[in-house]
T-cell receptor, first 113, second 113 residues
């Protein structure tokens, strides 16, 4: 039972490069979320999804795109990486609207040079 | 500024001391969730508070919700090194079709043995 799996765990990019972070959950959860964590800022919501084929903006969506083509996967894309996007990214999921507890992945550390 | 502000930002205590972490919301709180993050790992759910005045305890950790003040507190009694980590409060902002789940600014706790 893997829970929420994020890949890759570490990545170094140059400014302007693109990349995709993958979040996969095997719990048949409807809701999925992407957050970024920066020192002193806690977790900030980037984008989220309330079901397959849906996405919505969070608190800090600029510079990111997401897709939820399959229920179990939630992809976070950076089209043109900037140093300000250096951060630790966390994916989380929850079963339904009625269940308010999130299950988190272990995080993906991204450095943009 | 973020909707959920935590204080203090960081805390260093001697083992055996009590401590309190606060979470203040700029909007009405309908529920508040506490999570803990061990350094370098994902978040683990601790407790949920869903009613004004509610108080919950688990082992040496007690959380309270004051809806009128839009605040929650997390109190640790007789702290131990195992309590070290980052504590985050979270709120489900789902209203009128939006289902944002946001987090506070975080409190980093260090317990000295």
């Amino acid at each position: 039972n893997a829970g929420v799996t994020q890949t890759p765990k570490f990545r170094v990019l140059k400014t302007g490069q693109s990349m995709t972070l993958l979040c996969a959950q095997d719990m048949n959860h409807e809701y999925m979320y992407w957050y970024r964590q920066d020192p002193g800022m806690g977790l900030r919501l980037i984008h989220y999804s309330v079901g397959e084929g849906t996405t919505a903006k969070g608190e800090v969506p600029d510079g990111y795109n997401v897709s939820r083509l399959k229920k179990q996967n939630f992809l976070l894309g950076l089209e043109s990486a900037a140093p300000s996007q250096t951060s630790v990214y966390f994916c989380a999921s929850r079963p339904t609207r009625a269940f308010p507890v999130l299950t988190f992945g272990a995080g993906s550390r991204l450095t943009v040079l | 500024s973020q909707e959920l502000e935590q204080s203090p930002q960081s805390l260093i205590v001697q083992e055996g001391k009590n401590l309190t972490i606060n979470c203040t919301s700029s909007k009405t709180l309908y529920g508040l969730y506490w999570y803990k993050q061990k350094y370098g790992e994902g978040l683990i759910f601790l407790m949920m508070l869903q009613k004004g005045g509610e108080e919950k305890s688990h082992e040496k950790i007690t959380a309270k919700l004051d809806e009128k003040k839009q605040q929650s507190s997390l109190h640790i009694t007789a702290s131990q090194p195992s309590h070290a980590g980052i504590y985050l409060c979270g709120a489900d902002r789902g209203t009128s079709g939006t289902y944002k789940y946001i987090f506070g600014t975080g409190t980093r706790l260090k317990v000295l043995a």
